[in-house]
């Protein structure tokens, strides 16, 4: 059975890319809008993986990390980040809340496969 990845985006089309990507490579992909959207769909379908950008409207990707890592089916899932900022003070906050990588876009599809099997196992 596909393991489940949630990407979440508030751009159409990176939502599309990445889906596309991971689709290709055998996993099942749903999305969400932002944090918020994420939490809301997380309530009624497990993941194993969450892509996650940062900057987001209603709840950015800092602070859905944070609120991840407190529920009891998130706590351990890997969270990589897909976004423009590349500051390593910004991977250091991304780490701190939980994060367990960080990708700077735009991705190359071979790399996100390769760090998703990676994660994954």
């Not at 735009?106 to 099997?117: C, E, G, Y």
Request: net charge neutral; proline share 6%.
């Amino acid at each position: 059975m596909p393991k489940t990845i949630l990407s979440v985006d508030d751009s159409a089309s990176m939502r599309q890319m990445v889906a596309f990507t991971l689709n290709g490579a055998g996993y099942d992909v749903c999305s969400a809008v932002d944090g918020r959207d994420a939490l809301e769909h997380l309530r009624t379908t497990p993941v194993e993986l969450v892509i996650t950008d940062l900057n987001m409207p209603n709840l950015d990707g800092i602070g859905l990390i944070k609120k991840l890592r407190t529920l009891p089916a998130c706590k351990f899932i890997p969270i990589l980040f897909l976004t423009t900022e590349s500051e390593e003070t910004k991977k250091q906050e991304g780490r701190a809340a939980g994060a367990t990588g960080w990708i700077v876009k735009p991705f190359k599809p071979d790399q996100l496969i390769a760090v998703v099997r990676k994660l994954l196992g």
